[in-house]
């Protein structure tokens, strides 16, 4: 094994994980998940069946993450961040999985809820405690509930634009990196 899994977690049969990743206390993954490298879990999160996960992606504690959902490379999800799976959700009765996807490099802040069905792109930044009801262009910043957009980041996470900003080039003031805005795909 050349991946880590803490005695007190809780990883079932089945479950595909990367090397160098890293399974806190009180963690469970379910046997139909899939890691990738380097992959940290962390205290008393939860990685659902079928969930994909790729390298490099940092789960803080108390995360829940459902079936359904498809995180990409380079993810940060903040503590306490829920993801749903169900826009129709009832106690009994019939249960429709709805898919979410997070594109490589997206951040997501502390205690932010992403509701099932949208796709949150690359580089993307939620800040804390935002409900996310609606897709995220990439290098969009949204914070609020339900989520707006407020302006775009660079990939060190800084902010580059206001909400205004019409495309095109931006350079962060603060690495330098060139970053392409370009609103016809959003
Ligand atoms: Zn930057």
Known sequence: MNYFVHEKAVVDE?????????????????????????????????????????DNVKIQ??????????IGNNVFIGPHVAFTNDLYPRATGEWNITETTV???????????????????????????????????????????????????CFCARKVAGKDFEGGELICKHCGSTIQINLDNH
């Open 103 to 153: 594109e490589d490099g997206v951040s997501i802040g502390a205690n932010s809820t992403i509701v099932c069905g949208i796709t949150l792109g690359k580089h993307a930044l939620i800040g804390a405690g935002t409900v996310v009801n609606k897709d995220v262009p990439p290098h969009g910043l949204v914070v609020g509930n339900p989520s707006r957009l407020i302006g775009w980041v």
């Open 14 to 54: 089945g479950a595909r994980i990367g090397e160098g990743s890293k399974i806190w206390h009180f963690a469970h993954v379910r046997g139909s998940a899939i890691l990738g490298k380097n992959v940290i879990v962390g205290k008393s999160s939860y990685v659902d069946a079928e969930v994909k996960i790729g």
């Open 61 to 70: 504690n108390l995360c829940s993450i459902f079936h359904g959902v498809t």
